[in-house]
C-alpha cells in the first residue's frame, strides 16, 4: 500500500551512461514533482507535472528529461552521466495546498 | 522569488525535554504554505506538520507544534517530550498557494536527541 514509490533505491553507474529512475503514486494525486538532495542535503526542485502537463522546469541540464506517460507516473532519465549527478533524487505528489508527499529516494551514484 | 533560512544546522536535546527549531522566510505573498518535514536516516521525507498562512492558530500535531509569526515571517517548531526516534534532519518548506507550487525548502536542522 506504498503512496509514492521510486525504483530503483541505489544506482550506481559510470560516467557517460543513461540511466532512468521511475516513479509511481496510488494517492490519486494529479501533481507529481522531482527533487534533488546534494551532499549538503540541501533539496530543491528539479520538476513538476499536473496532469501529464510539465507546470516546473528549474534550471536542469537538458541531460534530465522528465516524462509522465499518466498522472500516477512520472520518470526520470539522465544522459551522459556526470559525477555531479551524484545525489539522492526524491520523487513527491500533491493534490492540494501543496502538502507533498515523497518516495524514498534514488541514491545515484557516478563513478 | 522565497528563500527559506534556517540558522541552527545542528541541535541536541535530551530525552523528555523541549526542543525549537526556528525557521524565517522571505515572500511577498499573502496566501500561502508553510512545513515541517522530517528525514530520519533512513533518508524517507516524513510531512512532521503545515501551516496555512491565512489561519491565526498555530498548528498542533501531538507532540509537534509550531509558532507562526505572520509579520516577522518566522516559522519556529517544538518538539515536545522528545523521543530518540526524533533524532532526524528538520527541514522548513514554504509552499505557495497554487495546487502546483514547488516547495522552496531551509537548508536544514540536524537534531539529534541523547538518551
Known amino acids: 500500500d506504498t503512496a509514492v514509490s521510486q525504483t530503483p533505491k541505489y544506482l550506481v553507474t559510470q560516467m557517460g551512461n543513461d540511466k532512468s529512475i521511475k516513479c509511481e503514486q496510488n494517492?490519486?494525486?494529479?501533481?507529481m514533482y522531482w527533487y534533488k538532495q546534494d551532499s549538503k542535503k540541501f533539496l530543491k526542485i528539479m520538476f513538476s507535472?499536473?496532469?501529464?502537463?510539465?507546470?516546473i522546469n528549474e534550471t536542469v541540464p537538458n541531460r534530465f528529461s522528465p516524462k509522465s506517460p499518466d498522472k500516477a507516473h512520472l520518470n526520470l532519465h539522465i544522459n551522459s552521466l556526470e559525477l555531479g549527478d551524484s545525489a539522492v533524487y526524491f520523487c513527491?505528489?500533491?493534490?492540494?495546498?501543496?502538502?507533498?508527499?515523497f518516495g524514498p529516494g534514488t541514491r545515484l551514484t557516478v563513478t | 522569488a522565497q528563500t527559506v533560512t534556517q540558522s541552527q544546522p545542528e541541535m541536541s536535546v535530551q530525552e523528555a525535554e523541549t526542543v525549537t527549531l526556528s525557521c524565517t522566510y522571505d515572500?511577498?505573498?499573502?496566501?500561502?504554505?508553510l512545513f515541517w518535514y522530517k528525514q530520519p536516516p533512513s533518508r524517507q521525507m516524513i510531512l512532521v506538520i503545515r501551516?496555512?498562512?491565512?489561519?491565526?492558530q498555530n498548528a498542533t500535531e501531538n507532540r509537534f507544534s509550531v509558532n507562526f509569526q505572520k509579520a516577522a515571517k518566522s516559522f519556529s517548531l517544538k518538539i515536545s517530550d522528545s523521543q530518540l526516534g526524533d533524532t532526524a534532519m528538520y527541514f522548513c518548506?514554504?509552499?505557495?498557494?497554487?495546487?502546483?507550487?514547488?516547495?522552496?525548502f531551509g537548508k536544514g536542522t540536524k537534531l539529534t536527541v541523547n538518551p
Open positions: 513527491a505528489s500533491s493534490l492540494t495546498g501543496n502538502e507533498q508527499y
Open positions: 494517492l490519486g494525486h494529479d501533481t
Open positions: 507535472y499536473n496532469n501529464k502537463e510539465l507546470i
Open positions: 515572500t511577498s505573498e499573502n496566501n500561502y504554505y
Open positions: 501551516q496555512e498562512a491565512y489561519k491565526q
Open positions: 518548506a514554504f509552499g505557495g498557494q497554487g495546487g502546483s507550487e514547488k516547495l522552496v
